[in-house]
């Protein structure tokens, strides 16, 4: 099993709909990333969490500790949010950085 | 502001031939990690470095090495390429201290040929 779990793999939806990307992890961890990848491009860090919530114009994402899980949200979506989506986790162990399989997100105009 | 810099960004090579990557932290971060993203798969972690001394080592061949240098960028160098070589190559770099919140490159793409 993989420490590091999202879902769902894939998901496409309609310009404007709500999306719900989830994250969960099996390891003790530090901080919590999300990343964005466009195609045959770079990553960009989204967000970086330990608690709580982060609001960053469309995008919001939270974090439950206890339950070992995170979402990612993003609003009124776009065409220009098609990429794919990846969780990454800092271990508190040894400060190793694990990463999901990633979310490949594809909004149709 | 200043971003974590690669470079090349694009490198093509034969066979055998070796190939070295560089990455520049962003200033003042101590910890500078390798993955390595071959196509359609997720990033597979290579090596980090932190305060110049090697912090962890994940799945490099033991034909690639690695190191940092006293003004924190650091190096890959690839030998005895391979065609599964071929891949992007990302460096990412985070200050341990603070937030920790971590930055990456826009990779460095190898073509193997």
């Known amino acids: 099993k993989n420490e590091v779990e999202q879902s769902p793999q894939n998901l496409t939806a309609q310009e404007g709909e709500f999306i719900t990307i989830n994250c969960s992890y099996s390891v003790g961890i530090s901080a919590l990333h999300w990343l964005q990848q466009h195609p045959g491009g770079g990553i960009v860090s989204l967000f970086m969490l330990s608690s709580g919530k982060k609001k960053h114009g469309r995008l919001i994402a939270t974090i439950n500790i206890q339950e070992k899980h995170s979402s990612l949200h993003i609003t009124a979506s776009h065409p220009r949010d098609s990429a794919v989506y990846i969780c990454a986790v800092t271990l508190n162990r040894d400060d190793k950085i694990i990463f999901g399989k990633g979310t490949r997100l594809h909004i149709l105009p | 502001a200043a971003g974590v810099i690669q470079s090349p960004r694009h490198l093509i090579k034969e066979k055998r031939e070796t190939a070295t990557l560089k990455c520049y932290p962003i200033?003042?971060?101590?910890?500078v990690y390798w993955y390595q993203q071959g196509p359609g798969q997720d990033p597979q972690f290579l090596i980090s470095?932190?305060?110049?001394?090697?912090?962890d080592k994940g799945s490099i061949p033991d034909r690639f090495s690695a190191q940092q240098f006293s003004d924190y960028h650091s190096e890959l160098n690839m030998s005895s390429l391979e065609l599964g070589d071929s891949a992007l190559y990302f460096c990412?770099?985070?200050?341990?201290?603070?937030?920790?919140?971590?930055?990456f490159g826009e990779g460095s793409r190898l073509t193997v040929l």
């Open positions: 990412a770099s985070r200050r341990r201290a603070g937030t920790g919140e971590l930055f």
């Open positions: 470095f932190y305060e110049k001394m090697q912090s």
């Open positions: 200033p003042r971060h101590d910890t």
